[in-house]
């Protein structure tokens, strides 16, 4: 017996595929919408599938089981930025607290004929080079760690995810550093050239 028009596309049903490699989400989308219009289509101009708002769709499963994590996400990278700033702020002090400790080495060298402005170049040097060197041990260590925190969740919600280092997690990471560097060192810089100038 042929199923009532009523009662078709009442159904809710969730299935699990693994796409195909070279397949995105919205390419199988654009299929389920052209399967869509071939079933309203097929029930002609009064259809209930139309009238009902029956509809496929496909979204990844993270998605599915976490919900849409690009809050969360959002307010994590907020924490982060907020921690680095506590760190500047942090290493400003202490590079305060040691420049105090180097201001007779300093003032041998002014008068020993160094500019103010060679001896901020040669600060402003050693930030970068502290900076660069974390850097480097965050970018060896990061997918490290990475591939451990995906091994600590489930599978379900791993699968599908990789890390790896691209081209602009290099360029972001350099613009962080170079920011870092010069919120932590520009007070410092700034003093000592001050002191060295009266």
């Known amino acids: 017996m042929p199923t009532p028009s009523s009662e078709r596309f009442n159904e809710f049903f969730d299935s699990v595929v693994r796409l195909s490699p070279g397949v995105s989400i919205a390419q199988l989308n654009g299929a389920l919408a052209q ?3 071939e079933e309203i289509h097929r029930e002609g101009a009064d259809s209930y599938a139309l009238r009902a708002g029956w509809s496929m769709f496909a979204q990844p499963w993270t998605q599915d089981a976490a919900g849409n994590l690009r809050k969360p996400l959002i307010a994590l990278f907020a924490v982060a930025l907020a921690v680095l700033f506590i760190a500047c702020a942090n290493i400003s002090g202490l590079m305060l607290a040691r420049a105090s400790q180097r201001t007779p080495e300093l003032a041998i060298r002014t008068a020993l004929g160094a500019s103010v402005l060679e001896i901020a ?6 930030i970068l080079l502290v900076a660069g060197a ?8 990061g997918p490290i760690f990475g591939r451990l925190l995906l091994l600590s969740i489930p599978h379900d919600l791993a699968a599908g995810f990789s890390v790896h280092i691209s081209a602009l997690l290099l360029l972001s990471a350099g613009g962080l550093v170079l920011l870092a ?3 932590s060192g520009f007070v410092p810089v ?3 050239v001050r002191q060295q100038k009266s």
């Open 134 to 141: 974390a850097t480097l041990i965050g970018i060896v260590s």
């Open 190 to 192: 700034l003093q000592i």
């Open 35 to 37: 399967k869509n219009a």
């Open 121 to 126: 170049a040669q600060l402003a040097a050693e």
């Open 181 to 183: 560097a010069l919120m």
